[in-house]
């Protein structure tokens, strides 16, 4: 079937690229946005200085679209905010270029399915359109596609704070003390945080610069204290790669936070797998699992244990999910991090992205499903290949057109940053092999197992978070 027009779910820097992409290809495409206004999920953490640099963070096609609207491009090598990336590129670009007549906001997509089938239905099913429904206020709106990308994210969708996946003892009942991701502690949540005593529970990127921004608020407000909550046992994996780190302010957070641990800036637990939450007018009371048994008491807690994709709006289509982490099958062991937590992630796009149902992809943040590497740059490479495949072009669709900043360490690096090297694992691994890094694909290749940073047993491992 000649695929036509495109439904696309969500309109962040992903969602927009893949419209970019198929105006360019002369497809036409529909993006339905649940916000007011596009980036509704960046606008959220607009204070948060980004890890990479302009030059990761523009797609080629949406550049293309801006450049016609009279658009300059910002100084490539310049780190912007989620607040910057909203304002000078991903509104410009909804707003101000073609892409204008193609977005539909306040269009909160709650299912998926194809006209006239339910997901159980087989004859004739490929060749049925998609049909999506929409809530705008009180209306539901339909919309029909030929092809559907759910570039719809996780920020709306984080993990809760209880170890197990599920939430704690207590924590929706102490819901008014406890925020999710990453609150705007220097600007407008100063003040339920200044002068407070606050614990952060995660251990990726975003409980890091949460902490680090709590201890610029300690210096203007100095009663305030900060406890780190850490599931797993060897504090300096959150480090990541340090100097050996390709994008060099990522390196940087794990290097900051490593010296306020140290000088006793952040008082640090670790094992602290949150079991209980009691909540009283005065305190909270945050209390681990038996085994590590340790309690906290502080006036807040910010839970950054990363996001989960919402899966429930593609109910009725056949998705064909990796059961640990809610990605396809296919790119699960490139970014698993029970045993690769290296960024060396090779390129990907159509073919590792594809579903039983023909014309449905997943890109984005939600196509990591629940592993925390994702990088911009990835989705934009993602959605490039997707609609080169959904225009015909297979060729397009299967040529890898991206160079990935490595994080500079893996999992298999014990000891964090003083013992990280570049290229840990050789880079990414080639196309069309079954192996997660360079390493790995030369050892696969010996007869061996593997590089060994996946041979490691899955348990002693402690996957990052986002
Ligand atoms: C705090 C933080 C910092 C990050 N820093 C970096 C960085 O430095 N470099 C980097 O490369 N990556 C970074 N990332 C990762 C990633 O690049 C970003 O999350 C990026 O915003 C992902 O883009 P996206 O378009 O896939 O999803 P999003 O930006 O999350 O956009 C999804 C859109 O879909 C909409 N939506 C959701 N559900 C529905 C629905 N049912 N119907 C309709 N619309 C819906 C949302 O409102 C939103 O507008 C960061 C992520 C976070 C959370």
Redesign the pocket.
């Known amino acids: 079937m000649a695929i036509k027009t495109i439904a696309i779910?969500?309109?962040?820097?992903?969602?927009?690229?893949a419209a970019a992409q198929a105006l360019e290809r002369g497809l036409s495409p529909v993006v339905?946005?649940?916000?007011p206004a596009?980036?509704?999920?960046?606008?959220q953490?607009a204070h948060?200085?980004?890890?990479?640099p302009w030059a990761?963070?523009v797609d080629g096609a949406a550049e293309r679209l801006l450049v016609k609207a009279g658009w300059t491009r910002p100084d490539p090598d310049r780190?912007?905010t989620?607040g910057d990336?909203v304002s000078d590129y991903?509104a410009p670009l909804a707003e101000k270029t073609t892409l204008r007549e193609r977005v539909r906001y306040n269009?909160?997509?709650?299912s998926v399915s194809r006209v006239g089938f339910d997901k159980v239905k087989s004859a004739g099913r490929d060749a049925a359109l998609f049909l999506l429904r929409?809530r705008n206020g009180e209306t539901i709106s339909k919309l029909t596609a030929d092809a559907v990308i759910d570039?719809?994210?996780?920020?709306?969708s984080p993990n809760p704070a209880g170890s197990g996946g599920v939430p704690a003892s207590g924590e929706s009942e102490a819901a008014k003390r406890i925020s999710y991701?990453?609150p705007d502690v220097l600007g407008q949540a100063r003040p339920r945080y200044a002068g407070k005593r606050i614990a952060v529970l995660g251990g990726g990127?975003?409980a890091i610069?949460t902490l680090i921004a709590l201890a610029e608020l300690q210096e203007a407000s100095p009663s305030t204290e900060i406890t780190w909550l850490y599931r797993g046992t060897i504090l300096s994996k959150a480090f990541g790669g340090g100097a050996a780190d390709q994008?060099s302010?990522?390196g940087e957070l794990g290097l900051q936070i490593a010296d306020l641990v140290e000088r006793g800036r952040i008082r640090a637990l670790t094992g602290f797998r949150l079991e209980r939450v009691e909540a009283d007018e005065a305190e909270l009371r945050l209390a681990s699992d038996e085994e590590s048994n340790q309690i906290a008491t502080v006036d807040e807690l910010i839970v950054a244990t990363g996001?989960r994709p919402?899966l429930s709006?593609l109910r009725e289509l056949r998705v064909e999910l990796d059961p640990a982490l809610e990605c396809t099958p296919t790119l699960a062991p490139l970014i698993d991090p029970n045993i690769h937590s290296c960024g060396t992630v090779r390129p990907h796009g159509a073919a590792e992205l594809a579903h039983p149902e023909p014309g449905f992809y997943i890109?984005?943040?939600?196509?990591y499903g629940r592993a925390p590497t994702?990088?911009?740059?990835?989705?934009h490479e993602q959605v490039r290949s997707i609609v080169a495949e959904l225009a015909g072009d297979h060729v397009a669709a299967r040529r890898v057109e991206l160079v990935l900043p490595e994080t500079g360490v893996c999992s298999s690096t014990p000891g964090g940053p003083s013992q990280a090297k570049t290229s840990c694992c050789g880079g990414p691994a080639p196309v069309a092999v079954d192996a997660c890094c360079a390493e790995d694909a030369k050892a696969k290749a010996a007869g061996e197992a593997g590089c060994g940073c996946g041979s490691v047993q899955r348990e002693t491992r402690e996957p990052a978070e986002?």
């Open positions: 779910i969500g309109a962040g820097p992903v969602g927009l690229a339905l946005e649940q916000g596009a980036g509704h999920a960046i606008r953490w948060v200085p980004m890890f990479s990761f963070n780190y912007p989620g990336i991903v269009a909160e997509v709650i929409y570039t719809s994210g996780t920020w709306f991701g990453m990127h975003s610069g994008l302010a990522r996001f919402d709006l890109a984005g943040m939600k196509a994702f990088l911009l740059a990835t989705g986002v």
